[in-house]
């Protein structure tokens, strides 16, 4: 039902950008929230970036200001934008998509195989 492919990370310095992507090549596009998430080595996955189909955005304090999630619906696309990267930006970034079932956010979500992003100092 839904296929995620995230693209666009790779090695930067400190204070440099990047532009992640993430296309839904599957069937299904009813999304109730998209995301991205991230792990560092050593670390556990987590959230820091929403988008909802009302165009609601919400960010973590660590990334605000600094990074900017965006949506496509036509090109079935979730981006994000990057600036002022940091080391501690160094993770593996996944994005994350979850679908209305009858009605409701299902709970379960769908994952990309995530794209690795390194900053050096």
């Known amino acids: 039902q839904v296929q995620l492919a995230e693209s666009g990370g790779g090695a930067v310095e400190a204070g440099g950008s990047l532009t992640l992507s993430c296309v839904n090549s599957?069937?299904?596009?009813?999304?109730?929230?998209w995301g991205w998430y991230r792990q560092a080595p050593g670390k556990g996955r987590e959230g820091f970036a929403w988008?909802?189909?009302?165009?609601?955005?919400s960010y973590s304090d660590d990334v605000k200001g600094r990074f900017s999630i965006s949506q496509d619906n036509a090109r079935r696309m979730l981006s994000l934008q990057m600036n002022s990267l940091k080391p501690e930006d160094t993770a593996t970034y996944y994005c994350?998509?979850?679908?209305?079932?009858?009605?409701?956010?299902?709970?379960?979500?769908?994952w990309g195989h995530g794209t690795q992003v390194t900053v050096s100092s």
């Open positions: 599957g069937s299904s596009d009813n999304w109730c929230t």
């Open positions: 988008i909802y189909p009302d165009g609601n955005i």
């Open positions: 994350r998509i979850r679908l209305w079932r009858d009605g409701h956010c299902a709970v379960a979500p769908y």
